[in-house]
C-alpha cells in the first residue's frame, strides 16, 4: 500500500481474537454494541466464558518464550509499523471512536495522538531496560540484577478513553516482552481492543502475543484477574472493582488506575480567564467522563463570584448534540445508566441545598445527550463528594488559601488536581500539599504524557503508568550471582 492509498477497512471486528485466531466467543450470549448517540447497532458480539479466557491465557503462554526471547530492536520495530499503520487509517479509527465510544470529532483525534505518543514512546522501551552489578560482601562473588519481562500480563480497560486506556498497558507490556489477555469494556468491544488488535498484527505482531476477549467483567473478570497465569492485572476503572481486584489478588503484581474527584483551586492572584477556560475545558471535556476531570472548583472569595460568572458565560456558548457534527463540543454520554445516575446526582444535590445555576433537558435521539450543568455547593454535596463522570461541574468557595487547601483535599480520592495562582513556585507550593498524584500549576486537571508518572493516591489507584515507570510496573528484577572462585563455607566445606 502506497502512502497516499486508503486502506481497506479492517472487518470481522465482532470477534475476538485468541492465538491469532479470530474467533466468536462461547458463552451463548449475543451483545450489541450500538452508538450511544441513535442506538445504531455496530455490530453483534458473541461474548466469551471462562474457557475462552483459559485459551486465550493458554495462547499467551505459548507465545511469551519466544516473544520474551526477541531481539530488543526487533520488539521495537513492530511499534514503529504499527505507528505507520495508525497513521494510515486515522480516519477509520477516528470514525470508530466517534460511534462507539460518543467522542466528538475533536476529541477522537486527541485520542488517537495519546496513543501514537504511547506507541512512540513504548519503541524505546525493548532498549531501555536497565540490570546492574553490584559488589558483594562475599569474596569472589558477582553480584548481577537482570530486569525480565514478567510473563503473561492481565489489562481491564474501561469505555471512556478506551482506545488510549487499553494501550497504556498494552503497549509496554508487550515491548518489554510480555504477552498480554485484554479485555475491553462490554460497550467499546471495537474502540477497546479490536483494533488494537487488527493495527498490530498488520505491523507483525506474533498470534498470542495480543489477546482479546470480550465479555462482562460481572461474568468473566475473577477469571481473568485469578487465573494461575496471569503475573500481574493492570486495571483502569471504577474503586469498588479495583478493591474487588485486589481483595482477589493480594499477593499478585498490580497496577490500579481507579476513580477521582480532582480539584481545580483558583486562588485570589489567578489569571481568572486562563482558571475559567482551564476550569471549564476539564469539567466537561469528553461530557466530564474522564477520570481527571474536574469534579470541583475551588475559588477564593476575593475571585469567587468574578470567576463563577466567566465560567457560566463559556458553559452557555458550549455547543451540545451530534458527536459526528464537528461543531459538536459535548456529546452523548455512554449508556441510559450513566445518564440517569448524572441527572440523579444533580436532582440529589439540588435537594441538600447546591444551587443549579446551569442545566437542560436531554436531548438526541437515544436522549443520552445531556446539557452542561453548573452547581454552587459545599463539599459535601453529592456533585462535589461523589466522583460525577458527566457534564457537570461544581464551584465551591474557600474563605482564602489555606481553607481552599483544607477543601481540596477533603475527599478520599487522590487522582489529578490543579491550582491556578500568578506565582508559579506559590503554586508549586500548594500543588505539593494536594493529597494527590498529579498536580498541575496553571493548567487543567486533564493531563496524560507518555513518558511521565501517571496515576493517582488514596483511593485514586496503585503504582504508576508512562516512563521509566511502566519499566518498572512490567518488568521484574532478578539477582543472578556468579561465584568467580570458590567460597569457604559453613560446616568446614569449600574453600578449595
Known sequence: MHADQTPTPYTGLDRMTIGGEWRHGSSGEVHHDVDPYDDTVLAEVRLADAGDVDLAYRAAERAWPVWAATPAYERAEVFRRALRILDARRAEVAEWLVREAGAVRDRAEFEIDLVRSGMAEAASYPTRVEGRILPGITPGKENRVYREPLGVVTVISPWNFPLQLSHRSVAPAVALGNTVVLKPAENTPVTGGLLLARVYEEAGLPPGVLNVVLGKGGQIGDALATHES???????????????????????????????????????????????????????????QICMATNRIIATTGVHDELVDRI?????????????????????????????????????????????????????????????????????????????????????????????????????????????????????????????????????????????????????????????????????????????????????????
Not at 243 to 263: D, V, W, Y
Not at 348 to 361: D, F, M
Open 230 to 288: 496471569s503475573r500481574m492485572v493492570s486495571f483502569t476503572g471504577s474503586t469498588d472493582v479495583g478493591r474487588h481486584i485486589s481483595r482477589l489478588i493480594p499477593l499478585k503484581r498490580r497496577t490500579l488506575e481507579l476513580g477521582g474527584n480532582s480539584p481545580l483551586v483558583v486562588l485570589d492572584d489567578a489569571d481568572l480567564d486562563l482558571a475559567a477556560d482551564a476550569a471549564v475545558f476539564g469539567s466537561y471535556y469528553h461530557q466530564g
Open 312 to 496: 457560566v458565560a463559556r458553559v452557555r456558548a458550549l455547543r451540545v448534540g451530534d458527536p459526528g457534527d464537528p461543531a459538536t463540543q459535548i456529546g452523548p454520554v455512554i449508556d441510559d445508566d450513566q445518564a440517569e445516575g448524572i441527572r440523579d446526582l444533580v436532582d440529589r444535590s439540588v435537594e441538600v441545598g447546591a444551587q443549579l445555576l446551569l442545566s437542560g433537558e436531554p436531548g438526541g435521539p437515544a436522549g443520552r445527550v445531556l446539557p452542561p450543568y453548573l452547581l454552587l455547593a459545599g463539599n459535601h454535596a453529592p456533585c462535589a463528594a461523589e466522583e460525577v463522570f458527566g457534564p457537570v461541574a461544581t464551584v465551591i468557595r474557600a474563605t482564602e488559601e489555606e481553607d481552599a487547601l483544607r477543601i481540596a483535599n477533603d475527599t478520599e480520592y487522590g487522582l489529578s488536581s490543579a491550582v491556578h495562582t500568578r506565582d508559579a513556585e506559590k503554586g508549586v507550593r500548594f500543588a505539593r500539599r494536594l493529597r494527590a498524584g498529579m498536580t498541575h500549576v496553571n493548567d487543567s486537571t486533564l493531563n496524560d504524557e507518555a513518558n511521565t508518572a501517571f496515576g493517582g493516591e488514596e483511593h485514586s489507584g496503585h503504582g504508576r503508568f508512562g516512563g521509566e515507570w511502566a519499566v518498572e510496573a512490567f518488568t521484574t528484577d532478578h539477582w543472578v550471582s556468579v561465584q568467580q572462585v570458590p567460597r569457604t563455607l559453613p560446616f568446614g566445606f569449600g574453600g578449595r
